[in-house]
């Protein structure tokens, strides 16, 4: 059975090597971001998982990704940010910091917490997004 939760949201900045032209540069997004598990009913609750506590879990995964710099691990070294402001870095461990990325990162982080398939649709801005399932993605 597959239950989801739709509409969450966070802001991130990222930048994207593979990419001609503006998205080269750093830059921000709203992030929106729509999740579905898969699992069996509990026969006890009748329920898959409480829409609560799934709720709960997505929220803490998101603190890592909203307001901070996500970038792939492999520029660490070479990343410099100086000024007056805070800097917070989501490091990513895939070869660029692209919105699939992202989307597979936060999938893979979630079935860690959830061990169940987790399905994920992450929107970068209004309507471009990217569908990730882990494990094995689709």
Do not use: Q, W
Not at 3 to 19: A, K, L, N, Q
Not at 68 to 97: H, L, M, Q, T, W
Not at 101 to 113: G, P
Request: aromatic share 10%.
């Amino acid at each position: 059975m597959k239950i989801g939760i739709e509409g969450f949201t966070f802001d991130s900045g990222h930048y994207t090597r593979g990419s001609s032209g503006k998205c080269l540069n750093l830059h921000g997004h709203t992030f929106r971001l729509d999740v579905e598990v898969e699992g069996e009913i509990d026969p006890k609750s009748g329920m898959v998982i409480d829409f609560t506590l799934l709720k709960k879990i997505i929220n803490r995964v998101l603190e890592d990704y909203d307001h901070k710099i996500i970038v792939p691990k492999r520029d660490c070294d070479s990343i410099n940010f100086s000024g007056p402001f805070k800097v917070d870095v989501k490091v990513i461990d895939y070869p660029e910091a692209t919105t699939e990325y992202i989307a597979l990162d936060i999938a893979k982080n979630l079935h860690k917490r959830l061990g169940v398939k987790v399905r994920v649709k992450l929107y970068e801005g209004v309507r471009s997004y990217v569908v990730a399932e882990y494990p094995g993605d689709r």
